[in-house]
């Protein structure tokens, strides 16, 4: 209800009435809200107030527009644990979301400086170059390039790379994977990003990258993954020492 006496502004009660609508599945993911008109003429309130409110819900991530069709409600963000070293592939599965993958390259490529002291491997040694694109429930949310060094699984395949590697790492090459390390920014979507994870250019995203170790200490794995900030988020466990 929107109350014209009430000392909140008339956007932010609007803004509030479909976010409460949007929590309690009123408004469900992927449904199209009433008009600009429509909600307008619904509270008697003009539509520069609606459009206030529904450009404040896109921002926040519980709304997004599509050019000529209309408004529409996000899917809920998928919430990723930092105290999990996981893949994911295992980490949808856990939370009854459907991965899935495309690879878009399978190479083999020399180590750089980095990639050879991140990796403690000879420079010019082999390393495969994967470049992944992640989907939950058949949606894009993240782009990933990672190196792997070809010496420690030479018989990697593509088909390994669709599915899990991590799976592959331990299963199929007998390997332990014992911790990660991660790097987490916040910055917005360059082209190749938004061409990828069909986004705007400039919409917000989470860089990530993470650094892999088997249980011999020898890191196995580098990561450099780009994340939708509307469809993914980290929460992190910490304990006060």
């Known amino acids: 209800m929107i109350e014209k006496v009430a000392m909140l502004p008339l956007y932010y009660q609007l803004q509030q009435t479909i976010q409460r609508a949007i929590q309690e599945n009123e408004l469900k993911p992927g449904e199209m809200i009433p008009s600009e008109r429509e909600y307008a003429e619904k509270h008697n309130i003009s539509r520069m107030t609606v459009r206030q409110a529904l450009t404040n819900l896109v921002k926040e991530g ?10 529409f409600v996000c899917q809920k963000k998928i919430e990723h644990f930092s105290d999990e070293l996981s893949g994911f592939s295992e980490s949808m599965i856990s939370k009854g979301i459907e991965p899935s993958t495309q690879v878009i390259s399978f190479l083999e490529v020399k180590a750089s400086i980095e990639h050879a002291g991140k990796l403690k491997v000879d420079q010019n040694s082999l390393l495969y170059e994967i470049k992944r694109v992640r989907y ?11 190196y792997i060094p070809k010496n420690l699984v030479p018989d990697l395949t593509e088909h390994a ?3 899990s590697i991590y799976n592959y ?13 991660e790097t987490i920014e916040a910055s917005i979507a360059l082209q190749v990003d938004a061409d990828i994870l069909n986004m705007q250019i400039g919409e ?9 170790f088997l249980s011999s200490n020898k890191p196995f794995e580098i990561v450099k993954s780009v994340y939708r900030a509307d469809r993914f988020s980290y929460s992190i466990k910490m304990k006060r020492k």
Do not use: C, D, F, H
Not at 62 to 71: I, V
């Open 161 to 163: 790379a669709a599915t």
């Open 204 to 212: 917000p995203v989470l860089l990530i990258e993470r650094t892999s």
């Open 136 to 146: 939950a429930n058949g949606y894009p949310i993240g782009y990933e390039i990672l």
């Open 62 to 71: 519980y709304l997004y527009r599509e050019q000529g069709k209309g408004t």
């Open 169 to 181: 790492i331990e299963k199929g090459a007998g390997y332990k994977i014992r911790l990660g390390r």
